[in-house]
């Protein structure tokens, strides 16, 4: 698979002392972490108006948890791959590198990552309805659904970012510094059709970046990119990194 193209991303970023990373759903499906879109796609199968909207959870709650302690139960089985452990390799080589990720598996931190950016949030977090406390429980299933706030006992919910949701400003302000401070950036397994994240290859080329994606199939942004490497993520980014 050593193509030329891998060549190139592989002399780019050897360069590069600066690098951003942008991954999403596509890192993890050699995990085992099912995706959202395409034809396994977590969308194929469930509705996310039912079950990744404020609305959906003020409804019930508790069908909104039990998918969320079916994920949870999921991702609890699955480890970091190949692709996730390059990344920690980069991170280790670079004096300047930040992992901005849309998923919520948090195996990006379990690899060994430090300079995370979770823009959608973290299944292991419970944030509490009523005082905001956030908390990490690993427990699968857990005591109780919906969990109660050990503080105040207010009703927790998973601590991710639904749809018709705002992303918090700090983190999407530490993304943003991120890509304007980089020199590279490497967007890997996502379809780039969520904003905030899909509009941020923009901007890394609006600000005169090197980008290079790395994906099972071309997406709405390919032709933006200097560079697209079509392949699994957990062969591809090994032959880059290493
Ligand atoms: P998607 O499911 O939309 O896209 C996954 C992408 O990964 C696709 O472009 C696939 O071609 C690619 N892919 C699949 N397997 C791969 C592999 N082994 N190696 C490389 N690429 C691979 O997932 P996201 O783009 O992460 O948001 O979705 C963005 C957001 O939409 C998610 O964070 C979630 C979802 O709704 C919320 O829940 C708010
Ligand atoms: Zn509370």
Redesign the pocket.
Same mark, same amino acid.
Do not use: M
């Given at each position: 698979m050593k193509d030329e193209k891998i060549l190139k991303a592989k002399d780019i970023v050897k360069e590069a002392t600066s690098i951003t990373v942008l991954t999403?759903?596509?890192?993890s499906?050699?995990s085992g972490v099912p995706?959202?879109?395409?034809k396994d796609?977590l969308?194929k199968n469930f509705r996310?108006e039912d079950l990744?909207t404020p609305q959906a959870f003020a409804r019930n709650p508790k069908l909104v948890w039990e998918w969320y302690e079916w994920r949870r139960k999921l991702v609890k089985e699955a480890r970091p791959n190949p @692709?996730h452990l390059a990344l920690v390799k980069l991170e280790e080589e670079k004096p300047k590198f930040t992992l901005i990720t849309?998923?919520?598996d948090g195996l990006h931190k379990m690899a060994g990552n430090k300079n995370i950016v979770e823009l959608?949030g973290n299944l292991w977090q419970i944030r509490c309805t009523r005082c905001g406390s956030v908390e990490e429980d690993f427990n699968v299933p857990l005591e109780k659904i919906p969990p109660e706030c050990k503080k105040c006992g207010g009703i927790g919910r998973p601590n991710?970012?639904?749809?018709g949701e705002i992303i918090p400003m700090s983190i999407i302000e530490r993304a943003i510094k991120s890509i304007k401070e980089c020199q590279v950036m490497l967007i890997? @397994?996502?379809?780039?059709?969520?904003e905030p994240?899909a509009s941020l290859g923009l901007l890394a080329k609006q600000t005169g970046k090197v980008v290079i994606e790395?994906?099972?199939?071309p997406?709405l942004n390919s032709t933006l990119y200097d560079l697209t490497i079509l392949?699994?993520?957990?062969e591809v980014l090994p032959l880059i990194v290493y």
């Open positions: 999403g759903a596509g890192i499906a050699e995706t959202f879109r395409g796609g969308w996310p990744a @692709g849309q998923n919520v959608h991710v970012v639904w749809f890997v @397994g996502t379809s780039g059709v969520v994240a790395v994906n099972l199939e997406t392949g699994k993520s957990g």
